[in-house]
């Protein structure tokens, strides 16, 4: 049976201040939660019991059962799924010797809980692991972000940081690319397995003192050339498209 | 000087039901009544005075000035924009010689309006002015997603359609792309500048009843090949793959 000091906590984690408090955030649904199980400590798992029956190895801190009407007044979903688990967020030193080894992303604001969701998407699919996000980027752990990413967020690592500063502490030879719309044909320049991918903000692209700090510009060209067209693509759409063919040229 | 009546009129279009009757969509802020302005017959301008000074050319079958105070009560956006427009539903004939000329796009039961307006900004970055869409679809007209296009849908026609019956009157020889997980890699498949890519449902892909009509299956590969990965692309970041991948082929 769930508390109601527990169901307060657990809809509280709706709130950065909270998670922050807390240093722990919610995910909900059986195929999220048993994507996350493993990849974070547990706190608080609370379900129905046909989720617990069916899931008898399954750990955490503290296992509660409860009525699919608790179930509904702990939710922050307008359909809630059988379980919902309360993990750990975890500390992830920003290392400047990762995009050394690696491929790896930036977002400089990006605003959009919806848009870093599928931005962790995109970066898992492409076997990106690591993601530098600027202060000003949108929480991940933001309860609308955790369900977004659908399991993502087990495999990629999201490292909040001052931007501008880590990528002045990278060493100068590591290409840190950057997309904008005088930039180079991403198709014509060289590309790297290494390194990393800034993308901006929504609606005003990357930050004057991000671009500092860029030193290989590149665009994706429309079709055809020139041509009367959209004035951008959503920062999402331009993040697959980059990390396609990123992936693309080391196939 | 807005009515009451008229104001019921404008919000009634957040329903397909009224559009349906009235052939007719609504479109918000100046930059989108500015973009659609030219490419649709205009029966409404409705935006304050200031607005109406800034573009003393634009004509439309009523125009009416109102005041802030109306703007707020007559729109469907939480931060209303100085103007909204009414404007005519277009009716394009589904050509099955269309394909036969140029690249379009099919979508297959795309539900989420958002999902469609992302779809029609990549199609018009990337030249293609054709979208094929099945009677399951989400209407192009909801009020959502002509915010989300852009703009886009003054450059590109959108065609609902029996999708199967459509496939079924095509040319045998035309080109007809799908994106499937156990297709072939799109990069070292033959593409084409004709023909017809299918996107399929956000959940369940393309339909069976469809798929019968594709014979070019493509699979945009994950990286490394064969890893533990999100399970799927969200169904914009594939459309936006995809199309890169075939106009780069004709740079």
Chains 1, 2 share one sequence.
Not at 158 to 186: A, K, M, W
């Amino acid at each position: 049976m769930l508390s109601k000091n527990k169901i307060k906590y657990i809809r509280s984690l709706e709130l950065k201040k909270f998670r922050k408090e807390e240093k722990v955030f919610l995910a909900e649904g059986p195929k999220l939660v048993g994507d996350l199980m493993g990849h974070f400590a547990c706190r608080l798992l609370a379900a129905l019991p046909s989720w617990f029956s069916a899931h008898p190895d399954l750990r955490a801190d503290e296992m509660i059962e409860i009525t699919a009407e608790e179930l509904t007044r702990a939710s922050l979903l307008k359909h809630p799924q059988e379980v919902l688990a309360v993990f750990e967020i975890p500390e992830y030193p920003s290392d400047p010797k990762l995009p050394e080894q690696t491929l790896c992303l930036a977002l400089d604001d990006v605003q959009d809980p919806g848009n870093l969701g599928t931005i962790l998407r995109i970066a898992d699919w492409f076997g990106i692991h690591d993601i530098f996000c600027s202060c000003g980027t949108a929480d991940v752990y933001n309860p609308k972000c955790v369900q977004a990413t659908m399991g993502a967020l087990a495999r990629v690592r999201i490292h909040y940081c001052q931007l501008p500063e880590f990528l002045h502490s990278l060493n100068r030879e590591i290409p840190v690319f950057g997309t904008f719309l005088d930039g180079e044909n991403i198709y014509s320049q060289p590309l790297s397995d290494r390194g990393i991918i800034v993308m901006g903000n929504e609606g005003n692209g990357i930050s004057s003192e991000t671009s500092r700090f860029i030193n290989q510009r590149i665009l994706i060209p429309n079709y055809p050339a020139g041509c009367e067209t959209s004035e951008s693509l959503n920062v999402a759409i331009a993040t697959a498209i980059v990390c396609a063919e990123f992936r693309r040229r080391m196939l």
